[in-house]
């Protein structure tokens, strides 16, 4: 019987000699090359409103140490709660003070994270404390074990909250919480020997916009000029692509544009070469939201679907009782579905009173027959489905 062949062993290494080589694509073990892997925690992001009806109520008839809870909500996986002591934590008295705190709910674990706990009221909100730099470590092994950390409310700050903040007896508190992620590994994989640079393509097309180099359109906006160049634009939106190459495309140099603000064609430009707004960044809330409106009517027009999804977000965490109604016209408009169920979620979570019905400075008012609507449609959807 022959003996086994060693795929490592040869007769015809370089010297002549009978040694092992790197035979048929085969690399020895001990040959192997360095590997690596990663293990990375990502961050979870999750908010839940807690709106506390009778709160007069409620202050007069629990003591200090009492509270009450809201409805569990998950984030990342765990279980959460916002925990109110309308007369603070310590047991039997009433103090003028208040307490507020976030609970991890699920049994036997634990959890690394921040929190941000405000009171709001029409779009306006009240920080209760300064933002946290590292994450608390929520546990419920034991019942020893710290579930939940909190802010106490002094009284001179819970005098402002109830002069400003409570409305039709009535008080919001809003939390946002950064939970960090299981960790996860990655599978090993060979250790590269050359470090490659991040992509810069997004540069070189900002670079090339901005510097006009080889433009061959101009746009006309209100009187004022934008070159671009036909390919990049035709690439990124197919309403560019038909103005520019279809049948009717127009083949010279010059396009006008009707009906649209120059600021706004400039960030559309921005955003077709780039993917980002970043030029919206310094701007105040009032003036972001209103470009952040023009521009999702814009993004419509050209079909540009990323930057319709991403204006409808920017208005959807500005909304508030003034502006609630005319955004949720908008939505319905142009198709933003995600941002009419929101500006709805909006209405509910902040009653149908006299604060949330006024919209924008004339003065109209919100349609109660568009939300009921909204609701039948939804309910028609789910009997289909069933």
């Given amino acids: ?7 490592y062993l040869s007769s015809t290494a370089p010297d002549g000699r009978r040694g092992y080589v790197c035979a048929a694509g085969i690399r020895p073990p001990w040959m192997t090359r360095s590997t690596t892997s990663t293990c990375t925690t990502g961050t979870v992001e999750g908010h839940h409103r807690f709106v506390i009806a009778h709160y007069g109520r409620l202050r007069a008839r629990l003591a200090g140490g009492q509270y009450v809870r809201s409805g569990a909500f998950s984030v990342a ?28 709910l699920t049994s036997r674990a634990a959890a690394a994270a921040t929190f941000d706990l405000r009171f709001v009221r029409s779009g306006r909100s009240l920080p209760m404390h300064q ?20 802010v106490r409310v002094d009284s001179i700050q819970m005098q402002r909250v109830q002069s400003h903040y409570v409305r039709g007896d009535r008080i919001i508190i809003d939390c946002t919480l950064h939970v960090a992620g299981k960790p996860r590994v990655s599978a090993a994989e060979p250790l590269p020997e050359i470090d490659v640079p991040p992509p810069d393509l997004q540069d070189h097309l900002g670079k090339l916009l901005y510097s006009e180099a080889h433009t061959d359109v101009t746009f006309d906006v209100q009187g004022e000029g934008f070159a671009a160049h036909r390919v990049v634009l035709a690439m990124r939106s197919p309403v560019f692509k038909a103005e ?3 049948p009717m495309s127009n083949t010279g140099e010059t396009v006008k544009v009707v009906d649209m603000q120059p600021a706004v064609f400039k960030l559309l430009l921005g955003f077709v070469y780039t993917e980002s707004l970043a030029a919206m960044d310094d701007l105040d809330e009032d003036d972001k939201r209103e470009l952040a409106r023009h521009l999702l009517v814009a993004a419509d027009r050209y079909g540009m679907d ?15 009782a003034e502006t609630v109604a005319s955004t949720m016209e908008l939505a319905d408009r142009h198709g933003c579905r995600e941002l009419k169920e929101a500006c709805v979620k909006f209405v509910i979570a902040m009653g149908m009173n006299d604060e949330t019905m006024p919209s924008r400075q004339e003065g109209d008012q919100l349609s109660c027959f568009s939300i009921i609507k909204h609701f039948f449609s939804q309910i028609g959807s789910f009997l289909k489905i069933h």
Wanted: aromatic share 12%; hydrophobic share 40%; net charge neutral.
């Fill in 1 to 7: 019987m022959a003996p086994p062949v060693d795929p």
């Fill in 77 to 104: 996986g765990y279980d959460w709660a916002v925990v109110f002591f309308p007369r603070g934590t310590a047991l039997g008295e009433n103090h003028d003070h208040a307490s507020v705190y976030v609970q991890l």
């Fill in 131 to 150: 933002p946290a730099t590292a994450p608390h470590r929520f546990t419920t092994m034991t019942r020893f074990d710290p579930a939940m950390y909190g």
């Fill in 244 to 246: 520019l190459f279809g």
């Fill in 306 to 320: 990323r930057l319709k999804i991403i204006c409808g977000h920017i208005l959807e965490r500005s909304l508030t």
